[in-house]
C-alpha cells in the first residue's frame, strides 16, 4: 500500500476534536461550507456503515471498530481538505491530519447543552468531567505533536466566527509554508 504524508496533499487535513458539546459538528460545517473543504463526521461513517464490534452497556451504545473505521476513511483522507470531527483522537493514524484543534467548553454552557441534547445521570456526568480534566486535550498533545494541536474557546456565536478566522489562517499558513519547500 502507497505511504501518504503531508507531501502529498494540497490542502491540509484538519482534526476537530472535543468532548461531545463542544461544537465540532457546527464548527465543521461552517467551516466546509465556507472554505469549500470536505466535512467527515466519523460517528455518521460508522452508522451509515455499521462500523461496529459491539455494545457499551455502560453508556447504552455501539462500540466503534477502530480499524474498520480507519480503512473506511483512508482514501477519501488521504486526497486531504478534510476537515474530520470526532470525540476522541488517539487511534487515528498519526500522518492523517495537518492541524488539529481541540474545543473547549466551559461547565455551566456544556451542561445545559448535554441537557438540551437529552443527556443524563452517568453519561452527563461523565462528560462535564472530561472537559473539567481537560481529557481530549491531554490525548491529543500525547497522540500527535504537541505544536500542531491548539485549543479553542468555544462558549460562543462570536467565538464561532472567531474560530473560523483562526483556521483560516493557520489553512493559508500552512499552504504557504508548503510552497517553499
Ligand atoms: P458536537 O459536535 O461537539 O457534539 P455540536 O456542534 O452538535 O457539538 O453543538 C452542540 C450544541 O451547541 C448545539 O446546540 C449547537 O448549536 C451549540 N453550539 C455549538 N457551537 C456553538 C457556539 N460557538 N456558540 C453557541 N452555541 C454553539
Request: aromatic share 10%; charged share 30%.
Amino acid at each position: 500500500m502507497a505511504t501518504y504524508s503531508s507531501r502529498n496533499r494540497e490542502s491540509p487535513n484538519i482534526l476537530l476534536t472535543g468532548t461531545p458539546g463542544t461544537g465540532k459538528t457546527t464548527l465543521g460545517q461552517e467551516l466546509a461550507l465556507r472554505l469549500d473543504m470536505q466535512y467527515v463526521n466519523v460517528g455518521d461513517v460508522a452508522k451509515e456503515k455499521e462500523l461496529y464490534e459491539g455494545w457499551d452497556e455502560d453508556y447504552q451504545c455501539p462500540v466503534l471498530d477502530e480499524d474498520r473505521v480507519i480503512d473506511e476513511m483512508e482514501e477519501i483522507v488521504n486526497n486531504g481538505g478534510c476537515i474530520i470531527d470526532y470525540h476522541s483522537c488517539e487511534f487515528f493514524p498519526e500522518r492523517w491530519f495537518d492541524i488539529i484543534f481541540v474545543l473547549r467548553t466551559d461547565n455551566s454552557v456544556l451542561y445545559n447543552r448535554l441537557q438540551q441534547r437529552g443527556y443524563s445521570g452517568r453519561k452527563l456526568q461523565d462528560n462535564i468531567q472530561c472537559e473539567i480534566f481537560q481529557t481530549i486535550l491531554d490525548e491529543a498533545r500525547s497522540s500527535y505533536l504537541p505544536s500542531i494541536v491548539f485549543p479553542l474557546a468555544s462558549n460562543c456565536p462570536d467565538d464561532l466566527e472567531t474560530n473560523i478566522d483562526k483556521i483560516k489562517d493557520y489553512i493559508e499558513r500552512w499552504k504557504a509554508s508548503k510552497e517553499q519547500i
